[in-house]
C-alpha cells in the first residue's frame, strides 16, 4: 500500500506537469543544461592539445563560446519567429543549403578537413553547409507533409517529391565524403515518413534500402571499411584503426561510479584522439564518472519525453511532425554517439549534440531547440494561458510575444449541415458532386437562404445532383418532417453550407 506522504510527490509532480507552460520551461532548461556542460567539458578535453598547439588552453574553449552565444541569439529567434513566416520560407532556405551544398565541392570555395570538403572558411569562421541543410530539410519536410496531411493520403503524396529531394542531398554529402551527417539525414527523412503515417510495410523497406547503401558506404571507403572491421574484430589493429575506440573504452573504465575529478582525465594527454569532439562522452565519464554519463544520459532521455509530449498535444500539423522529427533527430544522433563510444556501435563521427566541440553543429542544434520550444508555446492550453496573462517569469524577461492560436483551415468538398459540421456527404455513384455554387449562398447573409426565405433551386434526384438525405422520399414526407423540426426557422431547412 502506498501511503498518503508515498503520493505527496507524486501529486506535486503530476500538478507541475498538467500546467500549460511546463514543456517550454522543460525545453529550456534541458537546451541550457545541455549547452553549459558541453562549455566545461569543452574547455577540459581540448586544454591539453590548446596549449601544445597554441600555447594557450582556452583556444578551442573561446572557438566554442562564442559559437554557443550565437547559438543563444538564433535560439530566441527561433522562439519568437511566427509559425506562418517560418513555413513560408521553408522552401527557398531548403533550396539555398542545395547551392551551397554544391559550391562547397568546389575547390577554392569549400575547404577539405580531415579528409571531408565539407566547410567553408572566412577567417577564424568556419561553416558547414551539411548541418543547415539538416535543418531546412527538416522544416520543409514537415510544410510539406502537413500541408498534404489527411486521413487516408496517397502514397505519392508523402513520398514525391520529399524522397527524391532528399537523394539529392544525399548524393551531394556523399561527395565531400561525410557518412555521419549523411545518417543524421536518414533519421530526419525517417522520422518524417513515420510520423506522417507512411505505411508500415513501405516504411521498413526504405528502413532496409537506407541500412543496405549505409553498410555500403562503410565498406567503399578505406577508413570507413577499417572502422567497421575493427568494430567487428577489435583486437585485430588495436594500436590501428582500433586505437581510438579502445582508448575511449579504457577512459570510461578509469571513471568507475564516481569519476577523476573535472578535469583530471588522463585520456586527454594526446592518448584519446578528438577527445573534445566524437569522443567528448569519454571524457564525460571518466572525469565526472558513472554517474555524470547517466546525468547526460538522463538529459537525452527528458528531451524525448518532453519532444513527443508537445507533438501529441500541440493542434497545428506542421508543428506535431517537426517538433517530432526534430526530437527524433537530436537524441538518435546523440544516443549513436554514445554508443559507438562505449563499443556497441562502429564509430561514424556523430557528434554529441550540444557538448562536443563544433561551432556550426552548436549553433544549428539550438535553433531547433528553439523551434522546438516555439512549438511548446504554441500548444493549445499555453495560448490560452499566455493571451490570460500568465507569461510567466522567463517570457516577461525575454519578452517573448503571445502565439497565435491555431486555426484549422477549411476542408474542400465537405457539405455541412446545422448540426451535423463534422460529417462529409459523399456523392452517389455515378452523380456529381453539388456545384460550389449552390453551397455558398447559404453562408452569405444577402442571398435568399441568408434572409430566411427558402427558395433556393432544388434539383431533383437523378438530374444531375443528389438531393438531401431525404432522397426517395415523398415531398409530402419531406415536408412533414421539416415541421417537426427542433429548429422550425424557414430558411435553414436542408441548407449545405
Given amino acids: 500500500m502506498t501511503t498518503s506522504g508515498e503520493r505527496a510527490p507524486r501529486t506535486r509532480i503530476g ?3 498538467a500546467r500549460p507552460l511546463t514543456s517550454f520551461h522543460l525545453v529550456v532548461t ?11 567539458m569543452v574547455l577540459s578535453s581540448s586544454s591539453v592539445e590548446s596549449v ?4 594557450s588552453a582556452y583556444g578551442k574553449f573561446v572557438s566554442q563560446l562564442i559559437f554557443a552565444s550565437v547559438g543563444l541569439v538564433i535560439f530566441y529567434c527561433a522562439l519568437i519567429i511566427p509559425v506562418r513566416l517560418l513555413r513560408k520560407w521553408a522552401l527557398p532556405a531548403f533550396g539555398m543549403t542545395i547551392v551551397m551544398l554544391v559550391l562547397v565541392l568546389i575547390p577554392g570555395i569549400g575547404t577539405e ?6 566547410w567553408f572558411v572566412i577567417g577564424p569562421i568556419s561553416l558547414q553547409p551539411s548541418e543547415l541543410a539538416k535543418i531546412a530539410f527538416a522544416v520543409w519536410g514537415a510544410h510539406l507533409l502537413a500541408t498534404r496531411r489527411r486521413e487516408n493520403p496517397p502514397l505519392r503524396e508523402m513520398l514525391i517529391p520529399l524522397v527524391p529531394a532528399a537523394l539529392v542531398v544525399f548524393f551531394l554529402i556523399v561527395l565531400q565524403p561525410d557518412l555521419g551527417t549523411t545518417i543524421s539525414l536518414a533519421i530526419i527523412l525517417l522520422a518524417l515518413l513515420w510520423f506522417a503515417g507512411l505505411p508500415l510495410k513501405i516504411f521498413l523497406s526504405l528502413l532496409v534500402a537506407g541500412t543496405a547503401a549505409a553498410m555500403t558506404l562503410a565498406l567503399t571507403a578505406g577508413y570507413r571499411s577499417a572502422r567497421v572491421q575493427s568494430f567487428l574484430n577489435p583486437g585485430d589493429d588495436a594500436q590501428g584503426a582500433g586505437y581510438q575506440a579502445r582508448q575511449a573504452k579504457y577512459a570510461l573504465a578509469d571513471g568507475s561510479l564516481f569519476g577523476e575529478g573535472l578535469g583530471q582525465s588522463r585520456a586527454k594527454w594526446s592518448y584519446l584522439p578528438n577527445a573534445h569532439n566524437d569522443f567528448i562522452f569519454a571524457i564525460i565519464g571518466e572525469e565526472l564518472g558513472f554517474i555524470g554519463a547517466g546525468a547526460v544520459i538522463g538529459l537525452f532521455a527528458l528531451f524525448v519525453y518532453t519532444g513527443l509530449r508537445i507533438a501529441r498535444r500541440s493542434a497545428d500539423p506542421f508543428l506535431q511532425l517537426l517538433t517530432a522529427t526534430a526530437t527524433a533527430w ?11 563510444v562505449v563499443g556497441v556501435l562502429p564509430v561514424t563521427g556523430l557528434q554529441l549534440p550540444l557538448v562536443s566541440a563544433g561551432g556550426t553543429s552548436t549553433a544549428t542544434t539550438l535553433l531547433m531547440f528553439g523551434l522546438v520550444a516555439n512549438a511548446a508555446r504554441h500548444e493549445p492550453e499555453a495560448v490560452s494561458a499566455l493571451h490570460s496573462g500568465q507569461d510567466g517569469r522567463v517570457a516577461r524577461l525575454l519578452k517573448l510575444p503571445r502565439p497565435a492560436a491555431y486555426i484549422p483551415p477549411r476542408k474542400r468538398g465537405a457539405a455541412v449541415v446545422r448540426g451535423q459540421e463534422n460529417r ?11 456545384a460550389r455554387a449552390e453551397r455558398v449562398g447559404a453562408g452569405n447573409p444577402h442571398s435568399a437562404q441568408g434572409r430566411g426565405h427558402d427558395t433556393a433551386r ?12 431525404n432522397e426517395g422520399r415523398s415531398p409530402m414526407t419531406e415536408r412533414g418532417r421539416a415541421t417537426r423540426s427542433r429548429d422550425p426557422r424557414p430558411g435553414e431547412r436542408g441548407i449545405r453550407r
Fill in 330 to 340: 537530436i537524441t538518435g544522433q546523440a544516443f549513436i554517439n554514445i554508443g559507438y
Fill in 52 to 55: 601544445a598547439r597554441d600555447g
Fill in 30 to 40: 534541458i537546451a541550457m543544461l545541455l549547452t553549459v556542460l558541453g562549455l566545461v
Fill in 458 to 469: 432544388r434539383v431533383p434526384p437523378g438530374r444531375g445532383r443528389r438531393a438531401d438525405d
Fill in 424 to 434: 462529409k456527404i459523399q456523392p452517389a455513384r455515378g452523380e456529381r458532386a453539388p
Fill in 113 to 118: 578537413s580531415q579528409g571531408t570538403r565539407g
Fill in 15 to 17: 500538478a507541475w506537469l
